[in-house]
């Protein structure tokens, strides 16, 4: 068996979303393979809090760092002096234990990793999910971006690997600042192990409660909803005569769901909406387990959505967008169906094909599954990914 590893894990997420499934999810998977990990972090997520009553199970209250509101230029001051109190926590971990490496998840103006680990000579693994100054200035969000800019090509360019969730973001990587020779693509993953004999179960007392049609072709979206990912799309599909089995189930909130719901009343679509609101993390693969299809409307250019990769997990068959980042993972026709983003046609035909074909579409989810497996789509696998770079960076350096 290889050396067990230390490892310092720096970020600096503040709320309890994707990107925190993310950090517990690769720590849980670093420590079950027998490593070390040593989170440093304001606000860490692989540490649970006091439960608050109406938050669901498992979900701790909110910190006083979650709860902090300010003006932008202020939190975007607040997080170029982050980078003394990372730099401390991190030298404060390595001197109870010296580290292997730091990995650090990428972050607006954040160099605390990289100066820690060239302190300490020891690489640095930094994680990117987001082109994150170009992003911030799209939203009219960053104050400070030449200073963002010059920070971000410093970090790229000295890490000793950089880790990409797609290879569309890999590429605009390199064009921000990052060595080629030193990108490598780590998509997100999940955990098969919990869409198994007991969540299948419960799946369905979960669809009993939903009070269906034995008929109906429960698609499901999981997420906040924003008015860019044109849920109303399904909307008008559903007004196909094809369709009309398909019943649209909701789990999250957002913006657009109210507007949304108002729109299927309208249009006598409302007993084919279930909207469920937040559904708690321990009980969700049986509300994935009880849909018939999974539904990703639209996504960025460059993401790798874990939600795409729980679907897998759970053999759903899932429709999602016809962009470059999502043919990393889906072959249209083969473990998922793909449509032209925005198109409402192509949606619907893609729907009929799901809805209209029941085994085509057991296919389909169980191709998917059958892929997750073999490419090793999981937090397991994305360890053993991180551990197997930082081995031949050690190789590399002999």
């Given at each position: 068996m290889s050396e067990p590893l230390h490892i310092l894990y720096h970020h600096r997420i503040r709320a309890?979303?994707?990107?925190?499934?993310?950090?517990?999810?690769?720590?849980?998977?670093?420590?079950?393979?027998?490593?070390?990990?040593?989170?440093?972090?304001l606000v860490k997520k692989t540490t649970a809090g006091p439960v608050v009553a109406g938050r669901g199970r498992n979900q701790p209250a909110p910190s006083f760092w979650q709860r902090l509101s300010l003006p932008r230029t202020a939190v975007e001051v607040l997080e170029i002096l982050y980078n003394r109190k990372g730099r401390a926590m991190l030298r404060a971990a390595a001197a109870r234990q010296r580290p292997h490496f730091v990995y650090e998840r990428h972050a607006l103006h954040c160099r605390a990793g990289l100066d820690v680990a060239r302190e300490l000579g020891v690489p640095l693994l930094l994680e990117v999910n987001s082109p994150m100054v170009d992003e911030m200035q799209k939203l009219g969000s960053l104050?400070?971006?030449?200073?963002?800019?010059?920070n971000e090509r410093a970090v790229l360019g000295a890490a000793d690997a950089v880790l990409a969730v797609t290879q569309v973001l890999?590429?605009?990587?390199?064009?921000?600042?990052?060595?080629?020779?030193r990108v490598h693509v780590i998509a997100n993953g999940a955990d098969p192990r919990r869409y198994g004999a007991e969540a299948r179960l419960a799946a369905a007392a979960v669809r009993a409660r939903w009070q269906l049609p034995e008929s109906a072709f429960a698609l499901g979206f999981v997420g906040y909803m924003r008015?860019?990912?044109?849920?109303?799309?399904?909307?008008?599909?559903?007004?196909?005569?094809?369709?009309?089995?398909?019943?649209?189930?909701?789990?999250?909130r957002g913006p657009a769901l109210e507007p949304l719901l108002d729109t299927a009343r309208e249009r006598g679509l409302a007993e084919r909406v279930r909207a469920l609101g937040e559904v708690p993390p321990?009980?969700?693969p049986a509300h994935v387990l009880a849909c018939n299809g999974a539904l990703i409307p639209a996504i960025n250019d460059y993401a790798s959505p874990l939600k795409l990769f729980d679907s897998l997990a759970a053999g759903v068959p899932t429709l999602a967008p016809d962009q470059p980042n999502l043919r990393e993972t889906i072959v249209d026709g083969d473990n998922g169906l793909l449509f032209r983003p925005g198109d409402v046609l192509d949606l619907t035909a893609k729907l009929q094909a799901m809805v209209g074909d029941r085994a085509f579409a057991a296919r389909l989810g169980k191709a998917g599954l059958d892929s997750l497996h073999a490419q090793r789509w999981t937090w397991a696998g994305n360890a053993d990914r991180v551990v197997a770079i930082y081995r031949a960076l050690c190789g590399a350096r002999r």
């Open positions: 309890d979303d994707g990107q925190a499934v993310h950090v517990r999810e690769l720590v849980a998977a670093l420590r079950a393979a027998g490593h070390h990990v040593d989170e440093c972090a104050r400070f971006r030449n200073r963002a800019l010059r890999a590429d605009r990587l390199v064009d921000a600042g990052a060595r080629r020779d008015p860019w990912h044109r849920l109303d799309l399904v909307l008008d599909a559903m007004q196909h005569p094809q369709l009309q089995n398909l019943v649209l189930v909701l789990l999250g321990d009980l969700l």
